[in-house]
């Protein structure tokens, strides 16, 4: 849950600083004059981007974004929208929730596969729809999905709609702790805030362009994290250990560790029950304590960073990660196991499989005569081939 709501912070932040300045005087006469570029830079930009790296789902997202935020400027604007505006307006504030609730469990397979054909086609008959209910014959039909209070509220049945959509995204977000699906609600947030602005204006512009915006940065977080962080365990890749080891002066130690007989498990186990191992250690090695940083290095081997520590000063920490891994048993996942635990677990089998899993560690520092980076890692590696030669399992500096 903590997970959770990390990723949630950076767009409630964001959407925050967009609230206060619209309700600041100062502020708002200030950005009235770059308000209507933005929504066309920030969500005509994001299509872009998400089309030359083929994010279908992005794509749609922001098209829906950014072409509620044209109809609303165009056809509903709070002053003088008349009949028209009320239709457009009713008829966004039921489709956009729908569509953004959708598109989230849109697979991404290509823009031009055969799932984003058929949502373009959606986008289309939306906007024809759209266009029928302005025509003279329907508008008192659409004039019913408005509120009666006039253009400037939202209609039960739309807040029933962004509620269930919310709840979609939300329970989406917790199951799938990724930038993106939290980006995604509060692009709804953002949509949400948009409309209930009672049409096209200065308000409903800029949160239809925060929440492009939410996307986009949730986007280039997504590929910060494919590029810096190992898939498997979620813990910092071998890129992350070298860009850190590059900026640090001075005092710092490295901790290399391997998990011992890891070949031999996988062979006997299979691929992947040795990843269900490697997810465990990866796991307790997050936990580190004495403000150790861990990394995935390669294979079943990881590393620690300690900044301004020496080894003396790690020793006790590494010892404690040692004894922690080794205290906590491997349990075969069987084969009907799920994945992830469930409300009401079933009674353990008596005869489940448990196994010791225990790991060696080498450490070396990096003193006042400041080695390079590579001779500290090096170090670390010939400290762990002690380790192994000494019968494994302990902490060889």
């Not at 872009?48 to 083929?54: A, M, S, T, V, Y």
């Not at 609303?72 to 729908?98: H, K, Y």
């Not at 799932?115 to 039909?141: D, N, S, T, Y």
């Not at 469930?342 to 005869?351: G, I, K, L, V, Y």
């Amino acid at each position: 849950m903590n997970k959770v709501l990390l990723r949630l912070l950076p767009g409630a932040a964001l959407l925050l600083a967009v609230t206060i300045a619209l309700r600041s005087p100062s502020l708002r006469a200030g950005l009235s004059p770059l308000v209507p570029a933005y929504p066309l830079v920030v969500l005509g930009g994001g299509i872009l981007l998400g089309w030359r790296f083929d994010r279908s789902r992005l794509v749609l997202v922001l098209a829906v974004l950014l072409l509620a935020e044209r109809a609303l400027q165009v056809w509903a604007p709070i002053e003088g929208g008349g009949e028209v505006g009320r239709a457009v307006f009713g008829a966004l504030s039921l489709l956009v929730p729908l569509d953004l609730a959708a598109l989230a469990w849109l697979p991404e397979r290509g823009l031009l596969a055969r799932h984003g054909r058929l949502v373009f086609g959606l986008l289309a008959a939306e906007i024809v729809l759209i266009a029928v209910l302005c025509q003279p014959l329907f508008l008192p039909l659409a004039g019913r999905m408005d509120a009666p209070r006039g253009l400037g509220a939202l209609s039960p049945a739309s807040l029933i709609v962004f509620a269930l959509a919310f709840v979609v995204l939300a329970r989406r977000a917790v199951l799938q702790v990724t930038a993106l699906e939290s980006g995604a609600v509060w692009s709804l947030v953002a949509a949400f805030l948009a409309l209930g602005a009672g049409g096209g204006g200065l308000d409903s512009s800029a949160y239809f362009a925060t929440g492009g915006l939410i996307l986009v940065l949730s986007l280039i977080e997504t590929w910060h994290g494919m590029a810096y962080d190992d898939e498997l365990t979620g813990l910092p890749a071998r890129r992350a250990l070298n860009e850190a080891l590059a900026r640090l002066r001075g005092v710092y130690t490295v901790a290399m560790i391997d998990i011992d007989h890891f070949k031999r498990f996988n062979d006997e186990h299979g691929h992947d029950i040795g990843d269900q191992l490697l997810r465990m250690v990866g796991a307790r090695l997050a936990d580190i304590g004495g403000g150790g940083r861990a990394f995935r290095y390669g294979g079943e081997e990881f590393a620690v960073l300690f900044q301004g520590k020496d080894v003396d000063e790690t020793r006790g920490h590494l010892e404690a990660l040692r004894r922690t891994i080794e205290d906590s048993p491997f349990t075969l996942r069987g084969p009907a196991r799920p994945r992830t635990r469930p409300e009401s677990p079933a009674p353990a089998a008596a005869d489940r499989r448990r196994i010791a899993v225990t790991v060696s560690i080498g450490a070396a520092a990096a003193d006042r005569s400041e080695p390079s980076a590579e001779e500290v890692v090096r170090a670390a590696d010939q400290a762990l081939y002690r380790a192994k030669e000494a019968g494994r399992n302990q902490v060889c500096t």
